[in-house]
């Protein structure tokens, strides 16, 4: 996530900077940091905060497997079935995608912003 993006997602959840910083147990300094482009936005606060956008969305579409079309036994070995957490498959690293397991959240979130399940819950708003 680059200094715009996460400067788009704190909008986009309608939060000032000093909101964001409690909201995500950081110093309102690191926020600022972030959306000046001094430092790289961290993988954990990435994902905090795209989980919180995609709750107060609350856009529950089809989940993954039915869009992407799994086939059954990639589904059964894949943790968004187990957790029967389709629709925010791009939070849980480890997941099935394009046929093989997505292990870190950087290669993962890269494969995530060209999906059509990522995209449907935030289109442009987190990329």
Same mark, same amino acid.
């Given at each position: 996530?680059?200094a715009?993006?996460?400067s788009?997602a704190?909008r986009?959840?309608g939060?000032?900077?000093?909101?964001?910083a409690n909201?995500?147990?950081i110093? =309102?300094r @690191?926020?600022?940091?972030?959306e000046? *482009?001094?430092?790289?936005?961290p993988?954990?606060?990435?994902? +905090?905060l #795209?989980? =919180?956008m @995609?709750?107060k969305?609350g856009?529950? *579409?089809r989940?993954?497997?039915a869009?992407?079309?799994c086939p +059954?036994? #990639?589904?059964?070995?894949?943790?968004?079935?187990e957790?029967?957490?389709?629709?925010i498959?791009?939070?849980?690293?480890?997941?099935i995608c394009?046929g093989?397991?997505?292990?870190t959240w950087k290669?993962k979130?890269?494969?995530?912003?060209?999906?059509e399940v990522?995209?449907s819950?935030?289109?442009?708003?987190a990329?």
């Amino acid at each position: 996530m680059n200094a715009q993006e996460f400067s788009n997602a704190r909008r986009s959840l309608g939060k000032s900077q000093s909101e964001t910083a409690n909201l995500l147990g950081i110093s =309102l300094r @690191a926020v600022q940091s972030f959306e000046q *482009g001094w430092r790289p936005v961290p993988v954990h606060v990435e994902r +905090q905060l #795209l989980f =919180l956008m @995609a709750m107060k969305r609350g856009k529950i *579409g089809r989940p993954c497997w039915a869009i992407r079309e799994c086939p +059954q036994e #990639l589904r059964e070995a894949c943790p968004a079935w187990e957790f029967n957490a389709g629709h925010i498959c791009w939070f849980i690293t480890g997941t099935i995608c394009q046929g093989a397991v997505q292990g870190t959240w950087k290669s993962k979130i890269g494969i995530c912003r060209t999906c059509e399940v990522f995209n449907s819950m935030f289109g442009n708003q987190a990329s």
